[in-house]
């Protein structure tokens, strides 16, 4: 057996570190498996949607994204019931296997051009199965470690599950960029993107192999050889007043707000990189890679850290510090990004123009003109204009439909200010997501502690910051529309930053949380144990 409960109820080091190996390889798996969605947004949007309108494409594909957020709650609720009534370990066994049969099925699911609306349906249905395993997962696997870890300790072993989020977006990048590598663009394109999400039926396997000989939680064993435990958790939960006050406040006044700062400092992140500034995607990437990889020790600090000052201190900074800072880390990043006060060499312009038939258009042609720009600081630039000829169109002759893209390549210099403007945010996102699970384990006793912990903890990541990217983007591609069309009427721009806009949204939920948390979380943190 991988664990071996003391008479105390609690495991000696050297099972500890096995209980968190098991638990860990597992979650982070799982986090892997649902990540590599959001990682890949800007292909999946172009591969199951329709052609002709990028930007609408790629807010579908994050509306999807955020579909399995959404239903996390539900996940919470239906596993949790299950882990209070027959154990943590059965429970997220099974939430291993549904998560790693429902992504490796995304990347068996034919593209539009094949199925048509049947794909992104497919694609949403299992992306609805992903998140109601993730939502039984990580409950389980926090409850789990928390109640093999000595009392004064949670905040430090806990902590390592934490870190399973950061490192699961982590590997999928670098399974997304070592994947890249391997293959030349247009094999990528055409196929090898589904490879991240056929290597996770490898990974579930390895994962379950190890989580099948943990033992049950030692506390959850002793309640259920004591007759304590629920019979019906659910109406435990949330029909006792006492308790239910309880889920409300670790929602409203801790979850909400470490949601969205979870989701704005890593996915928006990177989706504003990547399409607010155009960087190159091996290159975004790899930024976001190394800022994960610098930033993710903190999980274990600042859990190690709640251990000794209390949890509610350090997640109350984390939040004020984003709610005060985002603004400015992201202008400065726009900063980083905009090729507005650089000088071009125009010694060193490549411009290459090419023409082939439409395969999808009789008669059409498509016609493809791509600028090479250097500049003087070493950022280089590549623009494609691809213009398809359909000379069938009514509504002029020869009607042209330009798609122009842009790829930039950023200066050493310039990357480097990207990575420490990441790894800034990721730091908070250590202050506020370090601490919560033993927060959240504190907050309700054994016998409905899975249920009770999962929900508000879904809700507030699930719902409130799953949702971030998707809000983010399609305000700040509002505010952008709104200043395009002033400039055509010739009126005053209403924004001054539109790319800035989307942060509204963390900032306001983050706020409100902070407030809440402030006035009506025991500072020196409530603790309800058996």
């Known amino acids: 057996m991988v664990t071996q409960p003391t008479a105390t109820g609690t495991a000696n080091k050297s099972s500890l ?60 609720l239906f596993f949790g019931r299950l882990g209070d009534l027959i154990g943590r370990k059965y429970t997220f066994m099974v939430t291993l296997l549904l998560m790693g049969g429902a992504t490796f099925a995304i990347g068996l699911v034919p593209g539009y051009e094949t199925i048509g609306f049947l794909a992104p349906l497919l694609v949403l249905i299992l992306r609805l199965l992903q998140g109601l395993a993730l939502g039984g997962e990580y409950g389980g696997a926090a409850t789990y470690v928390a109640e093999h870890a000595p009392v004064h300790q949670r905040g430090y072993w806990t902590s390592w599950i934490q870190t399973t989020a950061t490192a699961g977006l982590f590997v999928s990048l670098l399974v997304i960029m070592g994947t890249r590598l391997a293959l030349s663009k247009e094999a990528f394109d055409d196929w090898g993107w589904r490879v991240p999400f056929w290597a996770s039926v490898f990974m579930v396997g390895v994962s379950y192999l190890i989580r099948r000989n943990m033992s049950e939680s030692p506390l959850f064993a002793k309640a259920k050889a004591e007759g304590k435990t629920a019979t019906n958790p659910l109406k435990e939960s949330f029909g006792n007043r006492f308790n239910f006050k309880f889920v409300l406040l670790a929602l409203f006044g801790a979850t909400m707000g470490q949601g969205v700062i979870f989701y704005t400092g890593q996915f928006y992140a990177l ?44 997640m109350m900074v984390g939040m004020l510090l984003a709610v005060f800072a985002y603004r400015p880390i992201y202008q400065r990043m726009y900063e980083a990004m905009s090729l507005n006060n650089r000088i071009e060499i125009p010694s060193r312009t490549i411009l290459e123009t090419t023409s082939a038939r439409d395969p999808k258009t009789p008669g059409g042609m498509i016609r ?12 280089t630039t590549t623009d494609v204009t691809t213009t398809k000829i359909d000379p069938s169109a009514t509504d002029a002759p020869n009607a042209a439909r330009p798609d122009i893209k842009q790829t930039v390549m950023l200066n050493d210099s310039d990357r480097w200010t990207l990575i420490w403007l990441v790894f800034a ?10 601490p919560i699970a033993a927060f959240l384990v504190e907050l309700f006793p054994t016998r409905i502690r899975y249920t009770s912990m999962s929900l508000p903890y879904h809700i507030g990541n699930g719902v409130f910051g799953g949702l971030m990217p998707a809000v983010a983007t399609y305000l700040a591609t509002n505010a952008n529309s709104a200043n395009t069309a002033a400039k055509e009427a010739g009126t005053a721009l209403p924004y001054a930053a539109p790319y800035l806009e989307g942060l509204w949204y963390p900032i306001a939920v983050t706020a409100v949380c902070f407030v809440i948390g402030l006035l009506y979380i025991n500072g020196k943190d409530t603790k309800i144990d058996d």
């Not at 493809?368 to 950022?379: C, L």
């Not at 945010?425 to 370090?434: E, F, K, P």
């Open 17 to 76: 570190y096995s209980v968190i190996g098991a638990s860990s390889v597992g979650t982070l798996i799982e986090w892997y498996d649902f990540y590599i969605f959001g990682s890949l947004a800007s292909v999946l949007a172009t591969k199951f949607f329709p052609e002709g309108n990028s930007t609408a494409a790629f807010l579908s594909t994050l509306a999807t994204f955020a579909a399995g957020f959404v239903v996390r709650p539900f996940g919470a």
């Open 271 to 314: 989706s504003f990189i990547e399409k607010i500034g155009h960087v190159d995607k091996m290159q975004t990437d790899g930024l976001m890679t190394i800022a994960l990889l610098m930033g993710t020790p903190f999980f274990v600090i600042f859990g190690w850290l709640s251990d000794k000052i209390g949890r509610k201190g350090i």
């Open 368 to 379: 493809t003109e791509t600028v090479k720009r250097t500049f003087t600081d070493g950022t």
């Open 425 to 434: 945010q990721v730091l908070l996102v250590t202050m506020v997501y370090g």
